[in-house]
Each structure stands twice: as structure tokens, then as C-alpha cells.
């Protein structure tokens, strides 16, 4: 079917601004739904500075922006919040700077607990039993972590405020996981991103965090429902690196918050918990310096002062001296006159006892040891007499065993030691060099002699000439 011809279409339509088409439809919308009641999900809601109230109030098949305004808002008997079933009475009207329709509230009413609410009460109580989110299970914050790991969407406000907080308190080395954090495989990406920073080696390519921050900006109970999915909650609880949930805003509440470590309001205030602010430690550290020198000039100052006061107490070494040098005299002037006095003492003493011995009886005492003495030389001469007498027995029969196994007996009987030039003695004709100087010990001396051809004539002859008992020379 072809789109209808423009010069086809009436001349007499009338012809609306859009503003005036706004004001129409905002007219008919008001005077045909000037007093409704709705039952709905609030979600979504915000409480700007001006004390108005925005939400949205939706079912299972569609949504209606509310707004109660900051008069009705403070008379209204109880504290919306997301997820909670109401009944709002009020007339609907329009937003023309965006096209939308809307109810403006004028009394609200709490109808019961959502779906969504419940579907999570439910599922808190049940991690809750497991013990997931008990305090025991909680890991305290390293003070200074050198990596800190952030799964978050690589895009938006959140990572940048996240990077800005860092560079501004201590600048550290972040590594980021971009996962969804919203809609569908959303939680699945997050709980895989946990696991992966944990799958890290500690100093490997890239490093294994110290810290992990898991965050998200606000939203409305829909838009934050990964982070209260089951594998989402279970890799927080099961993380070995410290883990901090930084989810929505600080009235935003999801089960990872419960599973983490710590829970921030905010992702700024999770960088905030990560690091310290480099600044304050500076003017910590230069405090604690100037404390502790103002303490080491104190402590020196009052053990000076101490001592000062000790050595008031002390007298000085040389009149100490001087004293221990007086009493050194005294003692030794004492010594010196009880050593003359006991001298003295003896000397009379012995001349007492002179006095009180009689002459005779010192003359005969005299003869009786003069007598003593005399025996005692006898005796000791008579013993000396008989050592010498059997050290000169043992001498000559030393002498005789020296005289019978000495060669020069065996010379007195008719023999002779032949020896070479250098004195040694030749005992075979082999051993004696022809023409060479020998020399011949008999018993009353050595003659000189040649060792010639004619040996052989010689020692004939001297066979036939040496007498009986006597042996040969060649």
C-alpha cells in the first residue's frame, strides 16, 4: 500500500505547534484521569535536594512514572522504598519536556511486599544459613595494597571517579575487568571476573591483586538484580583476596554486600577504603619524627640533668685520693712501730731465755752433738767407701766384656786390617784396587802398602811362610 499523497490530505486540518499539541493532550489526560488509584512496584525511586519524590510504579506488563511532591511527601505515614507494593491515589497529567505521562501523588499506601522483594528475602535467608555471610568469614583490608583489581563496566562515571580517587589519595596500580553490570550474562561476567583475579599468580604477568572492588552505579532494584544472583554472591564469599562491594548508592542495598568483606556507600568511598591519603601519612610519619626526636632531646636532657645531680652527691676523685692516701700513711707509720716493738719483744725474749740457761748444761749439750756429728761422717764415709768399691767392680768387668769383643784382641794374636785409602776396610781381593794405596793395622800400628800385580806371588808366598794357626793376608 503506498503512502497517501500530501495534496491528497484536507486543507481545512488544523495545524498545532507542539507545544500546543502538548497542552491538548496534557488538558484531555487531566480532565479525563483527574482522580485515579493505581497498585504498582515502586521502583527506581530518588529523593533529590528538593524533597520531591520520583519513582516509577510497574507491573509484570508495564511501567507509570509517580512524583509525589515535597509538601505530600513529609505527610505520607511511612518511608517508600524499592520493591514495595503500594496503593497511590492522585491524577495523571503529563511531562511535555519529554513526552511522558505521569501520576502526580497525593496519598500512597503500602499494598504488600513485591515479587522482586520477596524473590530476594527469600534468597538472603538461604545464603544466610549457609553461613556466607557470616562476620567470621570476613578478611580484613590489606593498609597498602600495591595492585588493586576493579570489576566494573570499562565505560561510564564509576571506574573514572573510581581512578580519580586513587590518583588523589595515593596513585596505585589498578587493573580493570570490564564485565556487564546489568541485564543478561551480566552476573555471570562478574562472578567469572572474580574468580579471574583470583586465579592470578602473585608477581606474574599480570599480577594477582591485593585488593578487589566490585562496583556499579545506582539504579532501580531491576537494574541492580546481578548483583544479587547466586553466583554472583557465592564468588564474593569464596574470594581469597579481600573483596569490597561498592553497588548503587548508600540506600542501595544487594546480597554481594552482605558476601564482601567491607560494603562502601559509593564507589568513591570504596577507593577511598582501598588506600590511604598519601598526604596525611607524609604529615603522620614527619609528626612521628618530630615527636621522636622532641623525645630523644627530652630523655637526653633529663638523664643529663640526672647525672648532674649524682655527680653533686660524689666528692671529687683526688680528695677521695687524698684520703685512702692519709690512711695508707697512718697504717704504714703503725706497721713501723709495732714491727720495731715485736722486734724488740723478741730480742728480749731471747735474752731471757739466754739468761735462764746454765753453762755447764750448754757445754755438755754442746759435746753431745759435736759427738753426733762425728758418728754421722764416720757413717756417711763408710757408705760412700762401698758405693765407690761396687761402682769400680761394675767398671772393670764393663772393662774386660769391652777388651774381649774388641778387634784388637784378634790382632794380638797375629792379624792384620787391611784398609783402602779412605780408611775403610777391604775384606776380599775383589773389593781391593790394583796399584792402589792400602793399609795395613797390626797390633802395635799401621804401615802403608801398594796393591800390585805381583799380589798373587806375594800371597803364594805368604801361604808358605805364615805359621800354624795363622790365617791368610792375600
Request: with cysteine; hydrophobic share 45%.
Amino acid at each position: 500500500m503506498s503512502d497517501p499523497d500530501p495534496q491528497a490530505l484536507p486543507l481545512n486540518a488544523p495545524e498545532y505547534t507542539v507545544a500546543e499539541l502538548s497542552r491538548r493532550l496534557k488538558r484531555s489526560i487531566e480532565d479525563g484521569f483527574g482522580h485515579v488509584r493505581v497498585r504498582g512496584e515502586i521502583s527506581g525511586l530518588r529523593r533529590p535536594a528538593s524533597g520531591h519524590v520520583y519513582f516509577a510504579l510497574k507491573d509484570d506488563q508495564a511501567v507509570l512514572d509517580g512524583v509525589v511532591w515535597r509538601g505530600q511527601a513529609a505527610r505520607l505515614g511511612f518511608q517508600p522504598e524499592d520493591g514495595l507494593e503500594v496503593v497511590c491515589t492522585g491524577r495523571l497529567t503529563t511531562y511535555a519536556p519529554r513526552s511522558r505521562y505521569q501520576i502526580v501523588i497525593e496519598q500512597m499506601a503500602p499494598a504488600g511486599v513485591g515479587a522482586l522483594m520477596a524473590l530476594l528475602e527469600e534468597r538472603r535467608v538461604k545464603l544466610a544459613r549457609e553461613g556466607l555471610f557470616d562476620a567470621e568469614r570476613k578478611q580484613p583490608l590489606p593498609y597498602l595494597p600495591t595492585v588493586i583489581g576493579v570489576v566494573t563496566s570499562p565505560t561510564g562515571a564509576v571506574i573514572r571517579d573510581i581512578l580519580h580517587r586513587l590518583a588523589d589519595r595515593f596513585p596505585r596500580r589498578v587493573l580493570i575487568w570490564p564485565v556487564l553490570v546489568q541485564g543478561e550474562g551480566a552476573a555471570e561476567q562478574i562472578a567469572a571476573a572474580i574468580a579471574g583475579f583470583n586465579a592470578l599468580s602473585p608477581g606474574g604477568t599480570p599480577p594477582r591483586p591485593d585488593l578487589v572492588i566490585v562496583a556499579r552505579g545506582g539504579g532501580s532494584i531491576e537494574d541492580l538484580w546481578a548483583f544479587n544472583e547466586e553466583v554472583v554472591v557465592r564468588a564474593a564469599a569464596a574470594s581469597r583476596i579481600p573483596l569490597i562491594s561498592a553497588v548503587g548508592h548508600e540506600t542501595d542495598t544487594t546480597l554481594i554486600d552482605h558476601a564482601a568483606d567491607r560494603r562502601a556507600p559509593t564507589p568513591t568511598a570504596a577507593a577511598e577504603m582501598a588506600v590511604p591519603v598519601r598526604a596525611e601519612l607524609v604529615a603522620q610519619i614527619k609528626e612521628l619524627d618530630r615527636r621522636h626526636y622532641a623525645a630523644e632531646t627530652r630523655l637526653l636532657a633529663e638523664r643529663r640533668e640526672r647525672v648532674i645531680g649524682l655527680a653533686r652527691a660524689l666528692s671529687h676523685p683526688r680528695r677521695l685520693l687524698e684520703t685512702q692516701a692519709q690512711r695508707l700513711d697512718d697504717v704504714a707509720e703503725g706497721l713501723r712501730r709495732a714491727l720495731a716493738l715485736a722486734v724488740a719483744n723478741r730480742r728480749g725474749a731471747l735474752g731471757a731465755a739466754t739468761a735462764r740457761l746454765r753453762p755447764g748444761l750448754l757445754s755438755h749439750r754442746m759435746t753431745e752433738a759435736r759427738e753426733a756429728c762425728r758418728r754421722a761422717g764416720e757413717e756417711l764415709g763408710r757408705n760412700w767407701q762401698r758405693a765407690a768399691e761396687l761402682r769400680r767392680d761394675r767398671l772393670a768387668t764393663l772393662h774386660r766384656l769391652l777388651a774381649s769383643l774388641s778387634y784388637k784382641g784378634v790382632l794380638a794374636r797375629g792379624f792384620a786390617v787391611v784398609r783402602d785409602g779412605a780408611g775403610a776396610a777391604i775384606t776380599s781381593v775383589a773389593a781391593a784396587t790394583p796399584g792402589g794405596p792400602i793399609e795395613i793395622e797390626f797390633q802395635d800400628g799401621r804401615a802403608p802398602a801398594t796393591f800390585g800385580a805381583g799380589a798373587t806371588a806375594a800371597r803364594s808366598g805368604a801361604k808358605a811362610k805364615r805359621r800354624p794357626g795363622q790365617g791368610e793376608l792375600f
